[in-house]
């Protein structure tokens, strides 16, 4: 079943254009003052979210759960956490969700439950070896599978945990409450795919394959990775593509680049996969001021198969997990962001972006930046985009995951509940507190990092080949400054970055890209056509540039031509090449040139961002057809605006009779090639001045905006 009144688009791939924002339901909003978020608070903030520009929402587990870690540690599959609200409340959000082109994704935790989940009580009392105690992985002795790591080493001593009841150890990866599944038994497999088809009946988008390497354990191995876990990740890819159109399966494999790539199978395991090894890469490189790793980890990075995507993250809500670096760099990375051992837990450090960058704010856009530039798609973690501060003094990961900063008032907006029923406290620490700290305060203020982060990713979302496209990275002479281009068919975008803290300058071979010139993306402002030799940028401190290569080659040749040809030879009047295709060249290339050589053109010296054609309409006069045009002219750094242009299209053969008629200064020829055209200015249309005027005023009306006609 699908949502009826979606107005999602029927992409396969969307995932690769994707920009995801995930969120932990019980920290974003809470609609009943119980002090811990629900859905219905979350309904309430998709506008929030969808001006935000995220394209796509990761919801945290929400089912029921004894929570002691987190609703990883799940109850029931089947069911909302009634903390959270129920499953209508989590329908009416997902139909809201998608009205607005919004996709979801979900959990799918299918390596463990909770040890309260009836699946674990039944086995517990099973008879041994029986299919409901096969449910989980059992064993007299705690010694097999020695070569297994402890992941959650801070907490625990050992994989195996007993169990009075079942008078037997029981394998777990993660806590000791969390017993792993035991995937050699078919009917824990089929279980599984139940519950992905419960959920993706409602029209969930996609799911997170949680904790996806551990699901089997084989003897003389690190248990991680085993051939068993792609053979069923094949199978349940091949279930759901039979059933469902346009789902996702994101892998979240903390593993290195090889082997991470390896959850993507042929192209039919998972869609998406968690790029893990470049998270504090790109963290040491803005440490380091040195480009290396980034350079590095991308260059062991394997080719992945057609469609598939790599999700890229900053931050998240575990600790900005260590595991996937060299002993020496986790002492660096440790030594340079978590000075306070405190701020340690497990193989990694619990604190958000903005604190592990000192609250700079340059730094702190330098790492979205990074982010929306890596290739794969960028995930945002809830309250990064406002700078939000962390409190690791609270427990295991908490301190990452506390209460969302709306406003200033009583628990930052979040809840109406007393304070000290809130699930979390609300970070009220100084430098970060709620009361500044706040979408409130930053969206009426158009410098705040909210608003740059919305800007950024409407900027990005304007690229294809930012999601899709390849990437080369540039030799240059700067080991500060990481250089690469972004490219998807015609489109290739030039990233710059300054990894460094002072001003620097650097050179690049961009010889191969000769003839064209870098706009910056931001401002539209060309920059100097690249030549054959070496090109060369001065940055500042944590300073960036998107750059989009034009072909100056596009700007020689001002139309067309072939297509007018053909077009008019079809018999298309003139007005519809000037409106289509033949139109947004005519409007780029033919409009700027002429408007520098009319003397009414106000905007002289000043940098033409866009010409578009507003309004038209036809008139006839003595057998000669003309346009009469409203082009809007934008500039970069001044108001735009709006001029009444008559157009006419004179064949060769008349062109000789409009030049006798009218002396030929004030008609601008226009060079076509073969074919000639003529912009005429308005003076020869007094005739029409009475229409014009109709016009105009219709138009005042509809658009209820003045309008400035300068009538030459
Ligand atoms: C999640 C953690 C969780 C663990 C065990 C990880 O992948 O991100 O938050 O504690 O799985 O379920």
Redesign the pocket.
């Known amino acids: 079943m699908r949502l009826k009144d979606s107005v999602l688009e029927d992409n396969p791939h969307w995932y690769r254009d994707a920009v995801i924002y995930q969120v932990h339901i019980k920290a974003f909003a809470d609609s009943n003052a119980d002090g811990i978020g629900d859905f219905r608070g979350l309904t309430g903030k998709l506008d929030y979210l969808q001006q935000l520009g995220v394209t796509a929402l990761w919801l945290l587990p929400f089912y029921p759960s004894p929570q002691r ?2 609703g ?2 799940i109850a029931d599959y089947y069911d909302v956490n009634p903390n959270y609200n129920t499953l209508r409340e989590f329908k009416q959000f997902l139909r809201a969700a998608h009205r607005r082109g919004l996709r979801v994704i979900t959990e799918l ?1 299918l ?2 439950t909770s040890d309260q989940h009836p699946w674990f009580q039944r086995a517990r009392k099973a008879k041994q070896g029986s299919a409901h105690r096969d449910f989980y992985v059992w064993s007299d002795t705690p010694e097999k599978y020695r070569d297994a790591r402890i992941i959650f080493r801070d907490f625990e001593s050992s994989n195996w945990t007993w169990d009075p009841v079942a008078k037997a150890n029981y394998w777990h990866r ?2 000791s409450h ?1 017993p792993d599944l035991n995937f050699d038994n078919p009917k824990v497999q089929a279980e599984m795919l139940k519950v992905i088809d419960f959920w993706m009946g409602l029209g969930v988008d996609g799911v997170r394959l ?2 996806v390497p551990y699901l089997y354990e084989r003897e003389g191995t690190n248990c991680e990775n085993l051939p068993e876990t792609h053979t069923f990740l094949k199978k349940l890819r091949a279930h759901l593509d039979e059933r469902f159109k346009n789902r996702l399966l994101l892998s ?1 494999a ?1 593993q290195w680049p090889e082997d991470a790539a390896a959850y993507f199978g042929d192209g039919d395991e998972s869609n998406m996969a968690f790029h893990f090894p470049l998270m504090p890469r790109m963290f040491m490189a803005i440490e380091m001021e040195d480009r290396f790793p980034i350079v590095d980890i991308l260059d062991q990075t394997p080719a992945i198969p057609e469609g598939c995507q790599w999700a890229i993250f900053l931050r ?3 600790e900005l997990t260590l595991e996937m670096v060299t002993d020496e760099e986790r002492d660096y990375m440790y030594r340079v962001y978590a000075a306070d051992p405190r701020a340690r837990i497990n193989l990694g450090i619990r604190r958000r972006l903005a604190p592990l960058m000192k609250n700079n704010r340059r730094k702190i856009e330098l790492m979205n930046v990074l982010l929306f530039s890596m290739p794969g798609t960028p995930i945002i973690y809830y309250g990064d985009e406002i700078g939000m501060g962390d409190n690791y003094y609270l427990g295991d ?1 908490n301190g990452v995951r506390t209460p969302m900063q709306w406003n200033q008032d009583r628990n930052a907006g979040f809840s109406q509940s007393s304070p000290q029923r809130l699930f979390l406290p609300v970070i009220i620490e100084a430098e970060y507190h709620y009361e500044s700290i706040n979408v409130e305060n930053q969206e009426r203020n158009p410098s705040s990092l909210l608003w740059w982060m919305r800007r950024t990713i409407a900027m990005r979302k304007n690229f294809k080949a930012f999601g899709c496209g390849s990437l080369e990275i540039l030799p240059s002479d700067n080991p500060k400054v990481l250089t690469f281009i972004r490219s998807h068919k015609d489109e290739k975008i030039l990233v710059v970055i300054n990894l460094s803290r002072f001003t620097q300058t650097v050179t690049v071979d961009l010889s191969r890209y000769a003839g064209m010139f870098p706009e910056e993306v931001f401002s539209r402002n060309r920059f100097p056509i690249i030549q054959e030799s070496r090109y060369h940028f001065t940055m500042g401190q944590y300073d960036y540039f998107w750059f989009v290569l034009r072909s100056t080659e596009a700007r020689r040749e001002p139309c067309d031509e072939e297509y007018l040809k053909l077009k008019l030879a079809e018999g298309h009047p003139w007005w519809d090449v000037v409106n289509g295709k033949a139109g947004e060249r005519f409007c780029s290339f033919v409009l700027p040139l002429y408007l520098q050589r009319v003397f009414w053109f106000c905007g002289k010296g000043r940098v033409i961002s866009q010409i578009t054609i507003l309004e038209s309409c036809q008139l006839k006069q003595n057998d000669q057809l003309f346009l009469l045009t409203f082009i809007k002219v934008a500039y970069t750094e001044w108001d735009p605006e709006v001029y009444l242009l008559p157009l006419a299209w004179i064949s060769n053969e008349r062109l000789q009779n409009v030049k006798e008629r009218y002396p030929l200064e004030i008609i601008t020829p226009l060079s076509l090639g073969d074919i000639d055209g003529f912009l005429c200015d308005a003076a020869y249309f007094e005739e029409f001045r009475e229409l014009l005027m109709k016009m105009i005023h219709e138009r005042t009306k509809v658009t209820g905006e003045p309008v400035l006609i300068w009538l030459a």
């Open positions: 870690d987190d990883y540690d935790v390596n463990h993660f806590y969390q949680d904790a979240e903390n998240n809500h575990d990961r």
